[in-house]
């Protein structure tokens, strides 16, 4: 069974900051996805990571993947408030996602 | 761009009555799959649907079921509910597997309460 463990599980940062949130999961997949969720608001689609070594930036957000070690990273670049929301990376198991716990993320002035 | 819509919105039951959540894909889509996401938890998958066939079951109670029908629109209906069903339930599409996409896109969410 495909387990997929987030780390930390809550993350709080002064603005201007950098920080890694981890994603490890337990079986091979090829594909994994990284999603930002406001407060009762729907997932929205950050990174799709489809290969070994991949990397993708957006703004202040760069995710990679390490299929080997079964590894993926969100890094943050000097946090901005904007920023403050859960993060789940998902992991692609025959078609249906695996979710890690979610990472909540406060960015403090 | 057309989004995946659900509706309602937002729903209130008691126990041990039913419900019917609609979820209407993106156009061209015909992959559906509903999750369940709890209060504090990650998005749970529930159950999935190709070409209006089920193609994987998840952790889905037996008092759930779920159909695809022929406009591609999937319809997950909940009976004799019960407390703990109270969750967003998030309906998600996609081009499907054997299109070679994988991205799923996520609804905006039914938000479930029972009391």
């Known amino acids: 069974e495909l387990k997929v463990e987030q780390n930390p599980l809550f993350l709080s940062m002064q603005e201007g900051k950098n920080y890694t949130i981890y994603c490890n999961y337990s079986t091979t997949s090829d594909r994994l996805y990284w999603y930002r969720q406001d407060p009762g608001k729907s997932l929205e689609s950050l990174f799709v990571?489809?290969?070994?070594?991949a990397v993708k930036q957006e703004g202040r957000l760069m995710a990679s993947l390490d299929t080997k070690a079964r590894l993926s990273t969100l890094h943050i670049t000097a946090a901005v408030h904007d920023l403050s929301a859960t993060y789940f990376c998902a992991v692609d198991n025959g078609n249906k996602l695996v979710f890690g716990a979610g990472t909540i993320l406060r960015v403090k002035s | 761009a057309a989004g995946v819509i659900q509706s309602p919105r937002h729903l209130i039951k008691e126990k041990r009555e039913t419900a019917t959540l609609k979820c209407y894909p993106i156009?061209?889509?015909?992959?559906v799959y509903w999750y369940q996401q709890g209060p504090g938890q990650d998005p749970q998958f529930l159950i999935s649907?190709?070409?209006?066939?089920?193609?994987d079951k998840g952790s889905i109670p037996d008092r759930f079921s779920a159909q695809q029908f022929s406009d591609y629109h999937s319809e997950l209906n909940m009976s004799s509910l019960e407390l703990g069903d109270s969750a967003l339930y998030f309906c998600?599409?996609?081009?499907?597997?054997?299109?070679?996409?994988?991205?799923?896109?996520f609804g905006p969410g039914t938000r479930l309460t029972v009391t």
């Open positions: 156009p061209r889509h015909d992959t």
């Open positions: 649907f190709y070409e209006k066939m089920q193609s």
């Open positions: 998600a599409s996609s081009l499907g597997v054997y299109k070679n996409s994988y991205e799923q896109y």
């Open positions: 990571l489809l290969s070994n070594g």
